[in-house]
């Protein structure tokens, strides 16, 4: 499967952005898709995940109650609709499908190239 991100840009804190996940080859919904990111000098970090059907869903502690992650009807396409940015969500996102449902990077076998999301105190 292929998974091309994008959505990512600038945006003041307090503002929303909406990432893309899509999916070629297979559908996401062959696979659990969940979000990472990484921030300048730091270790890449789970954000989001998005189980196969039934749709179950995990968020890290730090983005609960502010981001959501979806999909579309076809399953190919995830989303994370991220509200009430703050500075320290400055990271590269990245989409990764596998087949498990983990918050370990090193579960996932296909990633997407990044996003760039850079929120602005």
């Known amino acids: 499967v292929q998974l091309q991100a994008s959505g990512g840009g600038l945006v003041q804190a307090g503002g929303s952005l909406r990432l893309s996940c899509a999916a070629s080859?297979?559908?996401?919904?062959?696979?659990?898709v969940a979000w990472f990111r990484q921030a300048p000098g730091e270790e890449r970090e789970f954000v989001a995940i998005?189980?196969?059907?039934?749709?179950?869903?995990d968020y890290a502690d730090s983005v609960k109650g502010r981001f959501t992650i979806s999909r579309d009807n076809n399953g190919n396409t995830v989303y994370l609709q991220m509200n009430s940015l703050k500075p320290e969500d400055t990271a590269v996102y990245y989409c990764?499908?596998?087949?498990?449902?983990?918050?370990?990077?090193?579960?996932?076998?296909?990633w997407g190239q990044g996003t760039q999301v850079t929120v602005s105190s």
């Open positions: 998005m189980a196969r059907n039934p749709g179950s869903i």
């Open positions: 080859g297979r559908t996401s919904s062959d696979y659990y």
């Open positions: 990764a499908a596998g087949s498990y449902f983990s918050k370990n990077q090193y579960r996932y076998n296909y």
